[in-house]
């Protein structure tokens, strides 16, 4: 499982313009899943995720977390996390989960991530997405469950 988290002051997500969730301060999230990711592994990711502190405090240190700061949480899936590119030109998906068992593992890590954060806002499995975001920093993290 991967999550590319990015602390952004305002993002969005919208299917044929239409916005289907939006936040302010807070964490936008590109969640990838394989084939290997179980309810366990999104467990862990979640709880890392959600505990990181890389939110400046009152003297520019990234020292709260997004519970210390009340923040929000933009969830979005995205296979293409799992491209694989080290033949030819055209990258290969094998590596990504199934269709079905992706969405049931997305939708699980969204009901996971309510149980800590009040607000949390999603884009629409397997749909053509529209993102916008205004990332604070630039402030990028890439959890990988294999690393953690």
Avoid: H
């Avoid at 990838?32 to 592994?41: A, F, L, R, W």
């Avoid at 997004?66 to 923040?71: A, P, R, S, T």
């Amino acid at each position: 499982m991967k999550f590319v988290i990015q602390r952004v002051t305002k993002a969005s997500v919208s299917v044929d313009d239409k916005i289907l969730g939006q936040i302010q301060k807070g964490f936008l999230i590109l969640i990838g899943i394989s084939d290997q990711d179980t309810k366990e592994i999104a467990d862990k990711m979640v709880r890392k995720m959600t505990g990181l502190r890389i939110f400046q405090d009152e003297e520019g240190k990234t020292n709260l977390s997004l519970e210390d700061v009340k923040g929000s949480l933009l969830l979005i899936s995205q296979f293409t996390l799992y491209a694989n590119c080290k033949k030819g030109y055209r990258p290969s998906f094998m590596e990504a989960g199934k269709p079905q068992m992706a969405e049931e593992l997305y939708e699980y890590i969204i009901e996971k991530s309510k149980e800590s954060v009040s607000n949390v806002q999603k884009g629409q499995f397997g749909a053509d997405m529209k993102v916008s975001l205004v990332n604070d920093g630039p402030f990028t993290i890439v959890l990988d469950s294999e690393q953690l």
